[in-house]
Nanobody, 125 residues
């Protein structure tokens, strides 16, 4: 069974930066598309960044230009570098392998594996 362990969250001031890590069991990081999701209080979980096996990346409009997703296949780890953080980025962040949809993109809140515990990111002064 695939296990996903997210880390790196914390409290940061607006405009600050954080780097999240997701350690995955097995070799899914190199063999499957991976993504970072987030869920704010009272809101549905949303997909914010993806990286395909070929390295192609996509981002939600809300984080484009501020977040960067990357992966290290040798370490079975996916990263999310977050910069210029805003209060609206406050959420629990999760990683998983996103489910493709019929139009060449990914379902916004479906994923292949059981969710990990996530890592809390709080942006506040």
């Amino acid at each position: 069974q695939v296990q996903l362990v997210e880390s790196g969250g914390g409290l940061v001031q607006p405009g600050g930066s954080l780097r999240l890590s997701c350690a995955a069991s097995g070799s899914i990081v190199s063999n499957k598309a991976m993504g970072w999701y987030r869920q704010a209080p009272g809101k549905q979980r949303e997909l914010v960044a993806t990286i395909a096996t070929a390295g192609t990346t996509t981002y939600a409009d809300s984080v484009k230009g501020r977040f960067t997703i990357s992966r290290d296949n040798a370490k079975n780890t996916v990263y999310l570098q977050m910069a210029s953080l805003k209060s609206e980025d406050t959420a629990v962040y999760y990683c998983n392998s996103p489910v493709p949809n019929r139009i060449g993109s990914y379902h916004p809140n479906l994923a292949f594996y059981i969710w990990g515990q996530g890592t809390q990111v709080t942006v506040a002064s």
